[in-house]
C-alpha cells in the first residue's frame, strides 16, 4: 500500500483525512511518524501558498507524496478576518478556546445577517520530485453567538451551517464529511491522488 503524508500533527485533521480518502489504496500517516521533520512556519499572504510550501517541505524530507493543508475562518464583517491567521487570531498558535472567544468580543454588536463567514481549506499535493498540485473549496455559514457541539476542533463550535441548522461542532463526522471546506477540496484532489498512488 502506497503511504500519504499528511503535513500536521493536528489530529484532528489526520482523523478527518482518513475517513475522506476511505476506499483509496494509501496508507494515511502525519508527522507524527517523522519526528524529525522541520517545523514549516506559514508566513503566505493565502491559504494555498501555506499549503504549497508546506506540501514541498515536507515531501522533500519524508521523500514520501505529500499533502498539506492550510485552512482557516474568514468573517466578511472583519475583511477576512481571521484568514490566514485562524489559529494564532489571540496571539498563541492553536488555542481554540482564546480564539473563539476574541472573535466573538470582535462581532459583539453585530446582528446576524452582518455575521457571514467561510471555512477555507487550501490543499497542496507534492511529489518529492517538487511536482505539486492545489486546490481549494470552502463552506459558508455564519458566526453564532455563543459555542455549541462537541464534535470538531477550531471554530467548528461557533460556526452555524445553515443547511443543518445547527453549529458545525453539532453534526456528525458523516454530516460534517458532506459539507465542510475540507471534504469539499479533498473531493476535489481526490482524483489526482488516485492517478498517482
Known sequence: MQKLVLATRNEGKL??????????????????????????????????????????????HTKEWTLADDSGLEVK??????????????????????????????????PSDRREARFVCA??????????????????????????????FGYDPIFFVPTYGRMMAELSDQEKNRISH???ALKKIRPAIEARL
Request: hydrophobic residues 40%; negative net charge; contains cysteine.
Open 15 to 60: 482523523r478527518e483525512v482518513r475517513q475522506l480518502l476511505q476506499g483509496l489504496a494509501v496508507e494515511v500517516v502525519d508527522l507524527s511518524d517523522y519526528p524529525d521533520a522541520p517545523e514549516i512556519v506559514e508566513e503566505g499572504r493565502t491559504f494555498a501558498a501555506n499549503a504549497r510550501e508546506k506540501a514541498l517541505a515536507i515531501a522533500a
Open 77 to 110: 464583517a472583519l475583511g477576512g478576518a481571521p484568514g490566514v491567521k485562524s489559529a494564532r487570531y489571540a496571539g498563541m498558535h492553536g488555542d481554540d478556546q482564546a480564539n473563539i472567544k476574541k472573535l466573538l468580543a470582535d462581532l459583539r454588536d453585530l
Open 123 to 152: 490543499l497542496a499535493l507534492a511529489a518529492p520530485d517538487g511536482t505539486v498540485i492545489g486546490e481549494e473549496a470552502d463552506c459558508k455559514g455564519q458566526i453564532g453567538y455563543g459555542a455549541k457541539g462537541s464534535n470538531g
Open 182 to 184: 475540507r471534504a469539499n
